[in-house]
């Protein structure tokens, strides 16, 4: 007998050869997974399916998979460091690159180390729940829970307006919470920003986006992935540490881009000129206290920042612990302050007292010098004025395609992503890092510009009749939003429906934004009574 495997895209049971279509669903089976991924299909310690490539970061790649057991969808990543990495022989194994074989090791063992820990932690508050580890072909995956909904980047997108302060804090708590938990676990994410943030249909926000030291710093032996506005300056140096105040700078930060609608500025531009502005100044409604708790955990040097998650939380749910901390350590600063200054009227009224012994007379009071002893020499130039600091234009509202090949732009480097939008139309620039108007620090500055893909139109599939599994296997291939409601026998479908979609808010064919989630009904189970007449009918 044939071993059988879930279909990678509806879930029921297939042949495992994985050759033509699916039976049931009709999708393409053969792979299309770039070279040197996992081919669709392969299985994965008896116990995984790998479906379709997703993804990849300097840690390694992500799949799309399947719990062959539990017939469910999950997450797969695979360490894979592409500057460590040769590709993978015939049978799947790694091989890493010659002379780097003890540093591909020794990052793998930080990554299975980091995925155990994980495992052994979650599920968990506010954290994406990691189901299992697994070595194998010379490498280690990490099979992740496979949660449905948006990520907070999408969320804030088709968002008219910033948050309220209460609605960051009710939005953030599960996270803020998670993140605590890896502390306490001697843990750090390093990674936290609206990206890696999700917001399942049926649930409360969750973090994802676990990544190995090497993979969140600067000038590691890995290809880094760090998150402008969001990245803490530490970790842009290898040589720097990080640690929990790392994760409370980011968490700063992704409640500074809630409630004033813009991302921080990067750190990296900070440390060239800190311009951030606070959070009050950008929006009045923002508590002045709740904008200083924000600016105290987003401070570039880590020893005068905010140093724990708790101590975040609750300066931002209570003026009153924000100003018994602001108040502690004002009163340690205007004691510098009074030092200081009185040091200064010290060293002055000495100066003074040096001149009045020595009658050395003041530079308003000196003769003038006779004409013979007048220099005959030219006089000094006249300073010229210091030019006007160029500024960084206003790119957001103009068409990328015109901006990047215009001639008046050339001096800009433009680093580009794209973000579905219900506001811009498709090419328009919707955000800029750094700000318009912000000073030009280098001949040739790096814009990092996002340009709107227009509205997220999907079509609507014809779903009706299918199991749930089926249906909602269907509509996160088209990643359309949804919630599965199950019907009160109402004898309006028959036993053949039951389990099945009866009907969805939208039409077959119909075109939509994907932005807005549609309610799908499932057939629940019929009477003793309606079943039995529904069976003899």
Request: aromatic residues 8%.
């Amino acid at each position: 007998m044939k071993q059988q495997v879930p279909c990678p895209h509806c879930l029921e049971l297939i042949d495992a050869e994985f050759h033509g279509s699916c039976p049931y669903c009709g999708k393409n089976l053969e792979n299309a997974n770039p070279e040197g991924a996992l081919p669709f299909g392969t299985q994965l310690a008896g116990k995984y399916t790998i479906g379709k490539y997703l993804s990849a970061d300097g840690d390694g790649l992500c799949y799309r998979g399947v719990d062959n057991d539990e017939r469910r969808f999950v997450r797969i990543k695979e360490y894979f460091p592409v500057t460590l990495c040769n590709g993978r022989s015939v049978d799947g194994a790694l091989m890493p690159k010659a002379g780097r074989e003890v540093l591909f090791k020794t990052s793998r063992m930080d990554f299975k180390d980091l995925y155990d820990d994980l495992h052994r932690l979650t599920p968990a508050t506010g954290l994406s729940r990691i189901v299992d580890v697994i070595e194998e072909n010379n490498t280690v995956y990490g099979v992740e829970e496979s949660e449905k909904g948006m990520t907070l980047t999408h969320y804030l997108s088709l968002k008219s307006r910033p948050l309220t302060p209460a609605e960051a804090r009710t939005l953030l708590q599960p996270v803020m919470e998670g993140v605590a938990l890896l502390h306490k676990s001697g843990l750090i994410h390093r990674g936290i920003c609206p990206d890696n943030i999700l917001l399942p249909i049926d649930g409360t926000a969750i973090l994802t986006g676990y990544g190995t030291l090497a993979l969140r710093t600067g000038g590691s032996e890995l290809k880094s992935q760090l998150y402008a506005g969001y990245a803490a300056p530490e970790q842009y140096s290898a040589a720097e540490f990080s640690g929990r105040y790392t994760d409370v700078y980011a968490l700063a930060a992704v409640t500074y881009r809630l409630v004033t609608g813009q991302t921080p500025v990067s750190a990296p531009q900070r440390q060239v000129r800190d311009s951030l502005e606070s959070a009050h100044s950008l929006e009045s409604g923002v508590p002045t206290y709740f904008s200083q708790v924000l600016s105290c955990a987003m401070r570039l040097d880590p020893a005068k920042r905010m140093q724990t998650v708790p101590e975040l939380m609750s300066a931002l749910a209570n003026p009153s612990v924000a100003s018994a901390m602001f108040e502690k350590g004002e009163a340690q600063v205007s004691t510098r302050k009074i030092l200081g200054a009185a040091m200064v009227v010290i060293f002055i009224l000495a100066v003074l007292l040096l001149f009045a012994i020595l009658r050395i007379p003041l530079a308003d009071d000196a003769p003038a010098a006779p004409q013979s002893q007048v220099s005959t020499a030219a006089p000094l130039p006249t300073p010229s004025p210091t030019p006007e600091a160029k500024l960084i234009p206003n790119f957001v509202g103009q068409n990328f395609d015109e901006i990047r090949t215009s001639e008046l732009y050339s001096q800009y480097r433009f680093v580009p992503s794209e973000e579905y939008s219900t506001e811009y139309d498709k090419g328009i620039i919707m955000y800029q890092s750094p700000a318009a108007n912000s000073p030009q620090t280098e001949d040739t500055p790096v814009i990092e510009i996002t340009v709107s893909l227009g509205e997220h139109l999907v079509v609507m599939p014809l779903i009706l009749n299918y199991d749930e599994a089926n249906a909602e296997a269907t509509l996160d291939e088209y990643d359309i939003l949804y919630s599965m409601v199950k019907l009160e026998y109402d004898g309006s479908y028959g036993a053949d429906q039951v389990g099945k979609v009866v009907r969805c808010s939208r039409e077959p064919g119909e075109e939509f934004d994907a932005s807005e989630p549609i309610v799908v009904w499932i057939g629940g189970p019929l009477p003793q009574g309606a079943a039995d007449s529904d069976s003899t009918g």
